[in-house]
């Protein structure tokens, strides 16, 4: 910070601060600060952030508390100082109009759950946003969702076409209002409108109706949790097969009557990102329907994360005035799922959700406040002590992850799976939301969708593009006809490349990278990989033992498959014949001829094997499914003696999955995860150099009890692991990793 040296009467400085300062209440904020100290000057939004000057005696305290006494959802990345050497004569501190250059390097906020403020406005029966579905103010409220480009000012925003009431200006108008340039804001004369009255909403619910309602960043589809009939034809509707849905509360204490919730858990659900949270089921839970979560320890729980949300729950506890019946258990708890029919992108359009949901719900309810951007729940769970995202959406998109130094600008194409795509933009990282699966049109024009508007939201055009190995994915046949340079990256190098460049490190690291296959730079399919990273170079120190497939894919959709390919490796046809007869015959003779058997070293195939052996599945319904009902039986993590062999870098566990034949259910999750834990610490620790830190990615490490079982383990042995945080540590983070080794070999060192 440069030194102000000229007469303290008439001190001026100039100041620049970057980070998340626009549409977060940061220029009122500067106005408050500068009338507390006396100060002249102004202050504006540009391109680059919060422009200022400020005159007068008091600069120094100004500046403490410039960086210290920050409004809500502000962040500041830099505060930058220059001395102005001739004073100005001013009557006081005022708010410029936003200035617009060429260049923007400043960002857009992401949407925000309703303040306390906001709250007691909405429940004041005298106030004039009395039960509005849409008030927010400069600490609330939508922003990502609803803008189209920066500067963030309203004729940017969906909320364009509607010009504010006498009232609306006056607060938007006064800088000493929370709503001072509050681009949203609207009161029920001058606002948005909801197609359906709350009451009616709610009648219809506690009816038994499937409504589908329009939320932040698309539609939601909600049916009674306590309905069993309701939920089961909401399954049956959306084809869910087993997955679990999510379950909406009206606020922490209700959350409490479903699942048990430590201090992070709790936090977490209470934050302005308002993610689903996985949280322990209380045992003695009953009153949810059995199809919310079936078979699953494990439920996911959310609070509203905007006012017609809240309102959803106010007319469900008989409109109370106030806030006080917020920390008391409600009986109203809702289903709220995405509405995505067949995994297509989420419904963003009334009309677009009255035709794509007809099959589905008994109505729709829709409003006329556009949302310009498609952005899913976010899901988040506590994996040893502190929170782990799953998946990334509304809340968290489009903050930026910090990366260790300045880069090139360079896209990430992300994956096949669970794809989300990356643009870096000077020192950080910007992922995008959830787009999905890449196996439908809908999704790919999603994906194309995203890409478009991450590089005008920040200004920018890549220079290079990131993609996955495998050439036949869509993703690569995008990255390779952009005509720009295109960087291949390998699946598990990008896993850990993913942690490393949101934790700030350079160099090489060794990082394990568990999920369930990926392509390896030998053509064979990978999954459970030992890895030292440096840069966009990386070596393959050790790995998982293949596991034969048999059937290929299918062998990933129905364990019982893996489960006959590990007794078919420990030479046990006969119990082989006993468990599945014919067949299990054709199959053996399949892998006798090595015919439609492909191996792959993925860690979520051992987890089918032993799932298929321990009977706690033989098909999965959705993807993963098996292994999370595995988790959910997990009691205390236990270490098999002799469980597993190494051999030149190669983790055998044939000796756990032959132990686990004659195991209960429940012992067989103690004894498969903490082996399993055991065993990758045993690989990894003759590799790890001086600085004792692994980084740890990959799908598998969604999983809570493995997850803890390798930190402990390593912990033992003086050994810090790394974990993903900002970013999902299965596919939907990849394109963190793509895009973090990209820049690297286009020589962002």
Known sequence: MSALTHDPATARARIRVRGLVQGVGFRPFVYGLARRYALTGWVLNDDSGVLLEIQGRSTAPFLQALRTELPPLARIDAVEVEPVTSAMEEAGFEIRASARTANVSTGIGADAAPCAACLSECFD???RRHRYPFLNCTHCGPRYTITRRLPYDRAQTSMAPFPMCAACAREYGDPTDRRFHAQPTACPSCGPRLTMPIEEIVRRLRRGEIVAIKGLGGFHVACDARN???????RRAKQRDGKPFAVMVGGLASARTLVELCHEEAALLLSTRRPIVLARRLRDEQTLAVDVAPDLGWLGVMLPSSPLHYLLFHEGAGRPSGVAWLEEPQSLALVMTSANPGGEPLAIDDAEAERRLAGICDVVVGHDRAIVARCDDPVARVVAGVPLLIRRGRGYVPDGIDLPHEVPCVLGTGAYLKNAVCLTRGNRAYLSQYIGDMDDAETYRFFEETIVRLRTILEVEPVAVAHDLHPDFLTTRYAEQLGIPSVPVQHHHAHVAAVLAEHGRVGPHLGLALDGVGLGDDGEAWGGELLRVDG???????HLAPLPLPGGDAAAREPWRMALAALW??????????????????????LDAEVNVPRATGCGRWFDAACGLLGVRDRSGYEGEAPMVLESLVRTLRVLPGGWNIDHGVLDLLPLLDALRGMTPEDGADFFHGTLAAALVELALPALRSDRVIAVGGGCIVNAALTHG???????????????RLAPPGDGGLALGQAWVCAQAMGGN
């Open 125 to 127: 029966p005298r106030d």
């Open 228 to 234: 069993d009939e309701s939920v089961r034809r909401l």
């Open 536 to 542: 966009s170079r990386f070596e393959r120190v050790g």
């Open 569 to 590: 490796r420990l030479n046990e046809r006969g119990e082989i014949e006993r468990r599945w007869g014919a067949k299990g015959a054709v199959l053996v003779s399949m």
């Open 710 to 724: 390798l930190v402990e383990g390593f912990a033992a042995h003086g050994v810090d692991v790394l974990l993903p």
